[in-house]
């Protein structure tokens, strides 16, 4: 199944695009969409560190399979994504969601890339140790808040984006993350107490 990026994404001047700008409702030729098309790698390095850290924030068995197998998607779909950084951090979150369910399901199969190929990448940095005080008051929270601190502050998603990945409605994301930024402050004291002033800054 292909995931493509969400529709309605509005294009912030200041956000670049992958693809050139035209006169309004042109589409770029082949050999423009070509040359503007985001490399593979660079993608890979700018977004692994965080989708790695989303996906272990879910409890993922073999976060660094799954992380593969995003990324192999990813590669699969990325020639046909078009959009700026802020819809292209988007569409690999979704994509990376949709493998996590897939995971979970534990389908073993792998997407196909149809012929193209892999480019080699490096490994993402390791994870600095996660604070224990952290690591245990994450563990206070119920799977759907996990899920949506993991989307808002791992992922970096704005809310519209998060209820509309998960299913949910605007207002009942907002309502998990009080709760479990709220579990949080009382776990973790003054440190949770800044993380639920800077959310609801």
Same mark, same amino acid.
């Given at each position: ?15 670049r ?6 006169r309004e409702?042109? %589409?770029?030729?082949?050999a ?15 977004l /692994?560190p ?5 996906? %272990?924030?879910?409890?993922?068995a073999?976060?660094? +399979? ?10 699969? +779909? ?15 979150f979704?994509?990376?969601?949709h493998r996590?369910? +897939? /995971?979970r399901?534990?389908?073993g199969?792998r997407?196909?890339l ?5 480019p ?8 600095d140790p ?9 563990g ?14 791992v992922a ?11 299913? %949910? ?6 309502a998990?993350?009080h ?9 973790l004291? +003054?440190a ?10």
């Amino acid at each position: 199944m292909t995931v493509r990026p969400p529709e309605g994404v509005p294009a912030a001047g200041s956000l670049r695009r992958w693809w050139p700008r035209g006169r309004e409702g042109a %589409r770029p030729d082949a050999a423009a969409r070509n040359a503007a098309a985001p490399d593979a790698a660079e993608v890979y390095r700018g977004l /692994a560190p965080a989708v790695l850290g989303y996906v %272990r924030s879910q409890g993922a068995a073999e976060p660094e +399979d799954v992380l593969g197998e995003i990324f192999l998607q990813v590669v699969r +779909d990325l020639p046909r994504f078009r959009g700026d950084d802020a819809a292209l951090r988007r569409w690999v979150f979704t994509i990376a969601h949709h493998r996590l369910v +897939d /995971a979970r399901r534990r389908s073993g199969r792998r997407p196909i890339l149809g012929g193209r190929t892999v480019p080699e990448f490096c490994a993402p940095p390791p994870a600095d140790p996660l604070d224990p005080d952290l690591v245990r008051a994450l563990g206070e929270l119920t799977a759907d808040q996990r899920e949506v601190v993991a989307l808002r502050f791992v992922a970096d998603l704005p809310i519209d984006v998060v209820a509309a990945l998960t299913g %949910r409605t605007p207002g009942a994301v907002k309502a998990l993350q009080h709760r479990a930024l709220a579990t949080l402050a009382e776990h973790l004291g +003054d440190a949770g107490d800044a993380a639920m002033s800077a959310a609801s800054g």
